[in-house]
């Protein structure tokens, strides 16, 4: 069985929306521990009665502990032994009458390589179908990240399902402060969804996936390792969920070090 958690020197962050673990549990979890996360961001965690408990379950089948969320929204982050939780919590974000309340779970981890304690301020968000709501609310949630970088001395980390494809507004808004992961290793296509049609890397739908939905946005400071998904088979990913996962290596660069 793998265990979660990478090697020195790197942070894995996976994003994955669970869809309400209303898929095959059991896929689910094969699939989040071959993604092998130091810090997993969950979109449609549980959010009805029991919710803590649900969570609570997935986080230690998959070997992992929550670290942030609340019920409202369903957002959530869990993290591995591998790193220190510092600070975690849920934030509701504007509420626009008529859809649905949105949040983010944000934790500020820390990671000890060699002699040095580094420090990331990882968000989970999950935005709106509405595309209004959807700039604003990720307007809303770039000061609330930086704040918290900035409070513990952390590297911003951005994840989770926005709802909308590259080179729309909130990719244009998140992508002038962040690096997107996808785009900064050329755009793997392993195990996630690719073609000669546009669809490389993408998300959603699990089964047939045609649109980038799901992302990883790092920033300054950091470099990206790695990008990609779960390597299981094939049928465990249509299983768990109607998304599909993707995971990031990031590390520090020499100079944000010294």
């Given amino acids: 069985m793998t265990s979660p958690g990478s090697a020195d020197g790197v942070l894995r962050v996976a994003t994955y929306n669970v869809r309400g673990l209303k898929d095959d549990r059991r896929a689910l979890v094969r699939v989040i521990r071959a993604l092998r996360p130091d810090v997993l961001c969950l979109q449609e965690a549980p ?35 591998a790193v220190r939780l510092l600070h975690g919590r849920g934030h509701r974000l504007r509420w626009f009458a008529g859809l649905e309340w949105r949040s983010i779970a944000l934790a500020v981890v820390e ?24 700039l604003s609310h990720a307007a809303q949630i770039v000061p609330l990240l930086e704040r918290a970088a900035r409070e513990f001395g952390a590297a911003p980390v951005l994840a989770g399902d926005l709802n909308e494809t590259p080179g729309a507004p909130v990719w244009r808004l998140l992508g002038g402060r962040y690096t ?5 290793v050329g755009g793997p296509a392993q195990v996630l969804g690719d073609g000669d049609d546009g ?60």
């Fill in 180 to 184: 997107d992961c996808f785009a900064a």
């Fill in 47 to 81: 959010r009805l009665p029991g919710w803590q408990r649900e969570r609570r379950a997935l986080a230690r089948a998959a070997g992992l502990s929550v670290a942030a969320g609340g019920r409202v929204g369903g957002t959530a982050v869990l993290t591995a032994p």
């Fill in 199 to 258: 669809r490389a890397g993408a998300t959603f739908p699990a089964r047939d996936p045609r649109v980038r939905i799901d992302a990883i946005f790092v920033g300054p400071g950091l470099t990206v390792m790695s990008y990609g998904g779960a390597d299981v088979p094939a049928e465990d990913l249509p299983a768990a969920s109607d998304h599909r996962p993707v995971v990031a290596e990031i590390a520090f660069t020499p100079s944000a070090r010294a």
């Fill in 111 to 134: 990671k000890t390589v060699e002699k040095d304690r580094e420090r990331y301020a990882v968000c989970s968000a999950h935005l709106d179908l509405q595309a209004g709501a959807r």
